[in-house]
C-alpha cells in the first residue's frame, strides 16, 4: 500500500524561475501560482502559506495571478498582506 505524503501545515515561498524558462508561468516570481497549485492538494485544512516579496510594485506586475489564487474565498479562507520589511509577506490560510 502507498502511503500517502504528510499533510503540508506551513508552506514558504520565496523562489525564483529562472528567466529563460520555456513555460513564462515559470519565469521569475511568476512561479509563486505555480509551487501554491502544486502543493494545494497537500495542505492541511487551516494551513498557513507565507509568501514572500509580495509588496514591490513588480511583483504585481510579474506575478499578480499569485494575489487572483491565494485571495480566492473558494479556496482559501483568509489572505492578507503584512508588511514586515520593505518586501513584504502574503500570509494565506487554507
Known amino acids: 500500500m502507498a502511503s500517502q505524503p504528510a499533510p503540508i501545515d506551513l508552506l514558504y515561498l520565496d523562489a525564483t ?4 524558462h ?4 515559470q519565469r521569475g ?3 509563486y501560482r505555480s509551487l501554491l497549485e502544486t ?10 502559506i507565507v ?3 509580495t509588496v514591490p510594485d513588480w511583483f504585481t506586475k510579474s506575478a ?3 494575489f487572483e489564487l491565494c ?3 473558494s479556496r482559501f479562507r483568509d489572505s492578507v498582506e503584512v508588511r514586515i520589511d520593505e518586501m ?3 500570509v494565506t490560510r487554507k
Open 88 to 90: 513584504g509577506l502574503e
Open 22 to 25: 520555456p513555460d513564462p508561468q
Open 29 to 31: 516570481k511568476r512561479i
Open 64 to 66: 499578480g495571478e499569485y
Open 51 to 53: 509568501a514572500h516579496d
Open 17 to 20: 524561475g529562472p528567466k529563460d
Open 71 to 73: 485571495r480566492d474565498g
Open 39 to 48: 502543493a494545494y492538494p497537500y495542505l492541511a485544512d487551516g494551513a498557513l
